[in-house]
């Protein structure tokens, strides 16, 4: 898979003395100087900022590296790639990067519950969620949906167990109390991980079912009931936020812009990890459809899946839940199923943003950078 430090732009290399050819553009940068530590920094000016640091330290310097960058996504993937490769024990500090939150159903015990996690595991991952508080919430609305424990014990069922008010209220199972078998306990763990794996999709449409049936049997407190249960449904699928997926399922991709002129970049996160930059030319002529899908399909037969990663997921948290997000996101299910027409229509929505002129949107405000 390509990475953003290994992409089609390599290092632009100049001396201390070249400062006044380097572009005023937006870029990522390393200086070096002897045997201190390189200096790394990304700016929305570079000859500018370049400038600045070298009158802070005395103008000597060995090497100078930058990277052009067209958009805060590739900034921020390359700034951490850098920084995880030259400096790796201040890293973390560097790059202020939050972890990645997940939901995840746990496997340790043989009577599985929910976790909230920033950390991979066995069981069903789905994620990334927009924060910690989102998913507790999230959580809570599930739990409220299934008879799954609650208790965070190395569970083992026993008659003189105390059991929890879960249990007394009928929201639980009271494996706890061995009132169900490990058959049955499990049976209700798999519908709850059918319901994160379907994005709630198979407990609403159950529910659906029944109400439609209650109604036309004239079963009408019966399908009032099912269908305040529906809209619950409903509810707990809308807190887990447009990003969240099972995490084998974790597929989309970005349009930003791209350090290249007439061209944009998409970046393609992959089963947990980020593809790109992908350069994508953008003609001017009355054929540009049909050259953009065929792009599209060369680029999707190139693609393939990577190991989650959680440095990568925490920048697509940042990125898609932030004020300043310079670009598309157009989620899809597996490479297979990419989204052509849907890709499409983003890009063109994208460059009508971007394009000059009175209808133009304004661009949003980029972050502090360190």
């Not at 958009?71 to 850098?82: A, G, K, M, P, R």
């Not at 190395?154 to 879960?166: F, T, V």
């Not at 002529?285 to 065929?294: F, I, K, R």
Request: net charge positive.
């Amino acid at each position: 898979m390509l990475s953003p430090q290994k992409s089609v732009r390599e290092a632009i290399v100049i001396s201390g003395h070249e400062i006044d050819s380097v572009p005023d553009r937006p870029a990522v940068f390393v200086l070096r100087a002897g045997t201190s530590a390189p200096y790394l920094a990304r700016t929305s000016l570079l000859r500018r900022r370049l400038k600045r640091v070298l009158r802070m330290i005395g103008g000597e310097v060995d090497q100078i590296e930058y990277w052009l960058t067209g958009s805060q996504l590739e900034s921020t993937l390359l700034f951490v790639d850098l920084a995880k490769q030259l400096l790796p024990d201040q890293w973390r500090r560097i790059t202020r990067l939050r972890p990645p939150v997940f939901l995840r159903v746990t496997t340790e015990n043989e009577f599985p519950r929910t976790l909230i996690s920033s950390k991979f595991g066995r069981g069903t991952t789905f994620g990334p969620l927009e924060s910690r508080a989102a998913a507790e919430r999230f959580e809570a609305g599930v739990l409220d949906l299934f008879q799954v424990r609650r208790c965070e014990e190395n569970l083992i069922p026993s008659l003189d167990h105390p059991g929890c008010m879960y249990g007394e209220m009928g929201r639980c199972l009271r494996p706890c109390q061995a009132a169900v078998s490990i058959d049955e306990y499990r049976g209700e763990v798999k519908r709850l991980e059918a319901f994160l794996q379907t994005e709630g999709a198979s407990l609403r449409e159950s529910a659906e079912s029944a109400r439609d049936a209650a109604s036309s049997d004239m079963r009408f407190e019966d399908a009032a009931r099912l269908h305040e249960r529906v809209e619950r449904i409903k509810e707990v699928q809308s807190r887990s936020g447009e990003l969240a997926r099972p995490m084998e399922r974790l597929w989309g991709a970005a349009i930003v812009g791209s350090a290249q002129e007439q061209s944009l970049s998409l970046f393609v996160m992959a089963g947990g990890s980020w593809t790109g930059p992908i350069e994508v030319p953008i003609a001017k002529t009355v054929g540009a459809g049909q050259s953009l899908d065929a792009k599209l399909r060369e680029i999707a037969g190139g693609v393939t899946e990577g190991s989650p990663d959680l440095e990568h997921l925490s920048i697509l948290s940042r990125w898609h839940g932030s004020s300043w997000r310079d670009g598309e996101w157009v989620a899809f299910d597996a490479p297979g199923k990419f989204p052509y027409r849907r890709l499409i229509n983003a890009i063109s929505r994208y460059r009508l943003r971007q394009a000059p002129g009175p209808t133009a949107l304004p661009a949003p405000a980029p972050p502090n950078q360190p």
